[in-house]
């Protein structure tokens, strides 16, 4: 399945027309989020609380807690509304490590919240380039810790426990699950990444075919990629560390399930897949899809979408535990064709 000519030639078309330097233009790209953030819908169906979890150094990292619920209504009893969720997925943002924000993705976990049934925790971490590496994922781990420890959410069952992310948060997943088994405070038992950036070259003569691929014509580009990547970074050694390029590390071994998710004209396609290969490869369970048509961001696209639809299907197959199959394909990698 591929593109019709149309549809390459509008996303090509709008790739184009973006600006080029994301380090100039990241922050315009802040106040369109902000501005985007403002026409969302609240559902009555979810409950939106905020909160903060204290990180070390004392910051207050903001945290938004959408609560599916569950509505009664008779003439008899009157309106009754209680909390129904099958567990909490501890949610990390993408945009770049620079941008996106727990305002702009409160759409994509009001979804997420009411189509997977479970109580969805956003984490607000701090960005770059104010806030370089480390500071994003050691936020990311302390909020877990915490979630993991019972600080946060008193009624939370560690076994229970997801983490999820998209693009840099599917990075900042797959790195909190790293940290966790490396630090041994906790160790998450599913984890489910969408198109996650895992290794650390991006340029055209990087070993990954998709970056030549598709890094010039749909939306997210090798350029992209890269200025976030520079904006990201302390110093030129953190792009060997596994905290930033998790493919780097010598040993994926006693890591949680994973449900990998790429996207066909992602540029970050082959680098999450050759994770989950690597992942299975150190004796992890794996489910390695990619979404057939699925360009880098979709996930916040209409849930009327198709693509959308199957995403949220294959993550709930995933998390009740009835593992979608597909004769003819390893368990680990199958493509999914949109309706």
Same mark, same amino acid.
């Given at each position: 399945?591929?593109?019709?000519?149309?549809?390459?030639?509008?996303?090509?078309?709008?790739?184009?027309? /973006?600006?080029?330097?994301?380090?100039?233009?990241?922050?315009?790209? &802040?106040?369109?989020?902000?501005?985007?953030?403002?026409?969302?819908?609240?559902?009555?169906?979810?409950?939106?609380?905020?909160?903060?979890?204290?990180?070390?150094? +004392?910051?207050?990292?903001?945290?938004?807690?959408?609560?599916?619920? $569950?509505? $009664?209504?008779?003439?008899?009893?009157?309106?009754?509304?209680?909390?129904?969720?099958?567990?909490?997925?501890?949610?990390?943002?993408?945009?770049?490590? %620079?941008?996106?924000?727990?305002?702009?993705?409160?759409?994509?976990?009001? /979804?997420?919240?009411?189509?997977?049934? /479970?109580?969805?925790?956003?984490?607000?971490?701090?960005?770059?380039?104010?806030?370089?590496?480390?500071?994003?994922?050691?936020?990311?781990?302390?909020?877990?810790?915490?979630?993991?420890?019972?600080?946060? =959410?008193?009624?939370? $069952?560690?076994?229970?426990?997801?983490? @999820?992310? $998209?693009?840099? +948060? +599917?990075?900042? %997943?797959?790195?909190?699950?790293?940290?966790?088994?490396?630090?041994?405070?906790?160790?998450?038992?599913?984890?489910? =990444?969408?198109?996650?950036?895992?290794?650390?070259?991006?340029?055209?003569?990087?070993?990954? #075919?998709?970056?030549? *691929?598709?890094?010039?014509?749909?939306?997210?580009?090798?350029?992209?990629? *890269? +200025?976030?990547?520079?904006?990201?970074?302390? #110093?030129?050694?953190?792009?060997?560390?596994?905290? @930033?390029?998790?493919?780097?590390?010598?040993?994926?071994?006693?890591?949680? &399930?994973?449900?990998?998710?790429?996207? #066909?004209?992602?540029? !970050?396609?082959? #680098?999450?897949?050759?994770?989950?290969?690597?992942? *299975?490869?150190?004796?992890?369970?794996? *489910?390695?899809?990619?979404? =057939?048509?699925?360009?880098?961001?979709?996930?916040?696209?209409?849930?009327?979408?198709?693509?959308?639809?199957?995403?949220?299907?294959?993550?709930?197959? @995933? !998390?009740?535990?009835?593992?979608?199959?597909?004769?003819? &394909?390893?368990?680990?990698?199958?493509? !999914?064709?949109?309706?």
């Amino acid at each position: 399945m591929a593109l019709s000519k149309a549809a390459r030639a509008a996303v090509k078309a709008i790739t184009r027309l /973006r600006p080029a330097n994301i380090q100039e233009s990241y922050q315009a790209q &802040r106040v369109a989020e902000d501005a985007s953030a403002k026409l969302t819908l609240a559902s009555p169906r979810c409950r939106i609380d905020d909160m903060t979890a204290t990180a070390p150094d +004392g910051y207050a990292i903001p945290l938004r807690v959408f609560t599916p619920l $569950d509505i $009664d209504f008779s003439f008899r009893s009157g309106l009754h509304v209680d909390e129904d969720h099958r567990g909490t997925i501890l949610f990390f943002h993408g945009g770049g490590w %620079a941008n996106g924000d727990v305002n702009f993705y409160t759409d994509a976990c009001m /979804r997420t919240a009411l189509r997977l049934e /479970r109580r969805v925790v956003s984490v607000d971490y701090r960005r770059s380039p104010e806030h370089p590496f480390p500071a994003a994922p050691e936020d990311c781990y302390e909020v877990a810790r915490q979630l993991f420890a019972g600080q946060l =959410l008193p009624d939370v $069952d560690p076994d229970h426990i997801v983490l @999820f992310g $998209d693009s840099a +948060g +599917g990075n900042l %997943a797959a790195v909190v699950s790293l940290m966790a088994r490396d630090r041994g405070e906790f160790l998450p038992r599913n984890q489910m =990444l969408l198109y996650p950036l895992t290794y650390n070259d991006h340029s055209e003569s990087t070993i990954f #075919e998709s970056v030549r *691929e598709n890094g010039d014509d749909f939306l997210l580009t090798r350029r992209d990629i *890269e +200025g976030y990547i520079s904006m990201y970074l302390s #110093e030129p050694a953190d792009r060997e560390s596994p905290y @930033f390029a998790p493919l780097l590390d010598l040993d994926l071994g006693n890591q949680p &399930r994973t449900l990998m998710m790429t996207a #066909e004209y992602c540029p !970050l396609r082959d #680098e999450g897949e050759a994770y989950a290969a690597r992942l *299975e490869a150190d004796g992890n369970q794996v *489910e390695c899809f990619r979404v =057939l048509d699925g360009v880098h961001g979709y996930f916040l696209y209409p849930s009327v979408l198709g693509l959308v639809r199957d995403t949220f299907r294959i993550m709930k197959h @995933f !998390l009740d535990g009835d593992a979608l199959k597909q004769s003819g &394909r390893p368990a680990w990698m199958q493509l !999914l064709g949109t309706d």
